[in-house]
């Protein structure tokens, strides 16, 4: 594009849908981890300076969160049920148990799950999925209201996932049981999430014009899909292609999916639903972002670049053979460049710096 100038909500959106850009964005696509950033912090208070100029577009990662809640609200407050030097477990107003460790990255498991039964999913409900519960709204969301209609970075929507929403209620090996033994219960659980989400959205839609639909799914390990691509067809197809309606119907451009782990047979079944962009394609599960979008041509990607060649240990010679790669991903199109996820605590603040340096000037000087 000649002498075009796009703002950072225009490169965002025409890149992944394959339209014609100045250049990619320039983006985060993940941020360090909070204990990443302390790490540093304590360590190596000489770069934070530094590391912060980091000029990268957009908001946030890239793009933002419009921040209406679409899970549980009106959630009481939690309760501590124990707390040591290690770890301290808490009872949430919901119903779910977390143990949080005070050392390491991530640093919070869930112990138990607030839906076991379908008489446990009615009272969830009933009293925690009232679509149109006002406290959904930010307090001030009048005055952000203003902002985003001016804004020139992407405005995001967000879903907790038709499988994410459920797993994180019900649990992993519960959930798939159910799939077996209680079809009729997961598939009330799915519908009726989406279906309230739906509803929240489309108080949002009548106010601001969004970009972006976010599911976060999470549904993937390192050798495939938790489910079956036939549970996905009977539990999950039909909520996704509810939300791509949703989205052609607001003129929303990019429906995006969040899963970790290996995704080539996922991103096949959601590209048929009409989704058109995915991420974080995690190199160290197999993933081929190169291979994918020949395969799926309709799809956009951002991430792919391995996050681990940035850890202690690693050099600036495996950092360069990502922005090669990077490279590669441009060329491609339909590709956002970045980390495959967020760096963790091992991650080495100067190859981190030194990483985005290398693709600011891939992106910004480089045909």
């Not at 925690?128 to 020139?152: C, G, I, K, M, N």
Request: a negative charge; one cysteine or more.
């Amino acid at each position: 594009m000649d002498n075009i100038i796009l703002t950072a909500k225009e490169r965002f959106v025409r890149t992944l849908t394959g339209q014609d850009i100045d250049r990619v964005p320039f983006i985060s696509v993940f941020n360090p981890h909070p204990q990443t950033w302390k790490r540093w912090q304590y360590h190596r208070p000489d770069l934070i300076e530094q590391l912060r100029a980091i000029p990268f577009e957009g908001c946030d990662r890239g793009w933002h969160d419009v921040g209406v809640n679409v899970g549980a609200s009106r959630v009481p407050m939690a309760t501590i049920m124990e707390d040591t030097a290690a770890y301290r477990i808490e009872r949430w107003g919901d119903g779910t148990v977390w143990r949080f460790d005070k050392q390491g990255d991530y640093n919070y498991h869930r112990l138990a799950c607030p839906i076991q039964t379908p008489d446990d999913w009615r009272r969830y409900k009933d009293l925690f999925l009232d679509p149109d519960d006002p406290a959904r709204f930010p307090a001030d969301w009048s005055r952000q209201l203003a902002v985003y209609r001016q804004a020139e970075y992407p405005l995001m929507l967000k879903h907790h996932g038709i499988y994410g929403f459920a797993r994180n209620n019900v649990g992993d090996e519960q959930l798939l049981l159910a799939m077996f033994d209680q079809p009729d219960f997961v598939h009330d659980l799915m519908d009726s999430y989406t279906d309230m989400v739906l509803q929240i959205w489309s108080k949002v839609v009548a106010e601001v014009q969004i970009d972006v639909i976010e599911c976060w799914e999470d549904m993937a390990s390192n050798i495939g899909m938790l489910i079956s691509p036939a549970m996905f067809e009977e539990f999950m197809a039909a909520n996704y292609r509810k939300v791509v309606a949703f989205a052609r119907q607001h003129h929303i451009p990019v429906v995006l999916v969040d899963s970790d782990g290996r995704v080539d047979q996922l991103a096949g079944l959601l590209a048929d639903c009409g989704v058109n962009a995915f991420y974080p394609m995690e190199v160290g599960a197999g993933n081929d972002a190169l291979a994918l979008h020949r395969q799926y041509p309709s799809l956009g990607f951002l991430g792919a670049l391995r996050k681990e060649a940035l850890y202690e240990g690693s050099t600036r010679t495996e950092v360069d053979g990502e922005i090669e790669k990077a490279r590669r991903l441009i060329a491609a199109g339909r590709i956002i460049p970045g980390l495959d996820h967020g760096p963790l605590s091992c991650a080495d603040p100067e190859l981190y710096l030194y990483f985005y340096r290398r693709l600011y000037d891939v992106i910004y000087h480089e045909e």
